[in-house]
């Protein structure tokens, strides 16, 4: 198969490489069909992740066919369509009884690298160093899914792969943080970065009943798709005093609460 494989910083080739195997009962062989990359994907680009091995397979957004299942797969069959979550989770540790996925503590082989780097370590992840366990990614043709029982969403017919795939991972990025905010009906959110989590963040929020987003960027096409798309009103902070500007539109009162969407998505970073 093909797979968009990391050589080094700034250094990432689409390579033919061996097609995955299923290597344990609970795992799942998926075609890819639609993959993204994400803002977190410049960090290994720009050699800013440790743990990288030259020819690892990138991509932990992505989704597609089930087209083979391991005997102790239950959930899956053949055909069937899904988002795969970025996280690898086991479903039977504490943190997953707890349905903190994303900290599973039986998926990540290295975690003991984590922790020196981290201090804590998080579940196994696709295609993001073998800090977080070497697993193969997805900017692939197809991929192999560990505990495939567990993660993986299962997508009606109906809705197209555009639709769904950022359920790997931005989407539910966006709402998390929105939904930390606690909003209250009528409140007012003020978003630090317009790019795609920033604009989940901002969908999220009105989903939960803000009614008055301001987002703060200086990329003219993302505050502008910002007002168009998410109904934002929107600062540009290398033309004013974000501060001064955010009092100004609020009457002097503030936003009642503020998501930082910069860190995941800096064209700088
Ligand atoms: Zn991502
Ligand atoms: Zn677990």
């Keep these: 198969m093909k797979a968009t494989c990391w050589y080094g910083k700034n250094d990432v080739r689409v390579l033919e490489v ?52 391991g005997s102790a797969v239950n959930n899956l069959k053949t055909g069937d369509r899904v988002v795969v979550p970025f996280p690898i989770a086991c479903s039977r540790c504490f943190m997953c009884n707890e349905k903190m996925y994303s900290l599973c503590e039986n998926t990540n082989p290295n975690a003991r690298m984590a922790e020196a780097l981290w201090g804590h370590s998080p579940a196994g992840i696709f295609g993001y160093s073998h800090l977080v366990g070497g697993f193969a990614g997805g900017q692939a043709q197809y991929v192999r899914v560990p505990f495939a029982d567990v993660g993986p969403i299962k997508i009606p017919d109906d809705l197209p792969d555009e639709k769904v795939l950022f359920l790997s991972d931005i989407y539910p990025t966006g709402y998390m943080a929105a939904e930390a905010c606690n909003i209250k009906p009528g409140d007012t959110i003020a978003v630090w970065g317009c790019g795609p989590v920033g604009q989940f963040a901002m969908k999220s929020a009105q989903l939960l009943g803000a009614e008055r987003i301001i987002g703060i960027d200086r990329f003219p096409y993302r505050l502008e798709m910002a007002r168009r798309e998410c109904d934002a009103q929107t600062i540009n902070y290398e ?23 910069v860190g995941m998505e800096s064209h700088d970073a």
Excluded at 39 to 45: K, P
Excluded at 239 to 261: F, N
């Design 239 to 261: 033309d004013v005093d974000t501060h001064e500007a955010l009092m100004e539109m609020t009457g002097g009162r503030g936003p009642d609460a503020c998501i930082d969407a």
């Design 18 to 69: 061996p097609d995955p195997r299923i290597v344990n009962k609970h795992d799942a062989i998926v075609r890819i069909t639609l993959t993204a990359i994400c803002g977190s994907d410049l960090h290994l680009y720009n050699g800013f992740v440790p743990g990288m091995e030259a020819g690892d397979i990138l991509g932990h957004e992505f989704m597609g066919e089930v087209v083979e299942v």
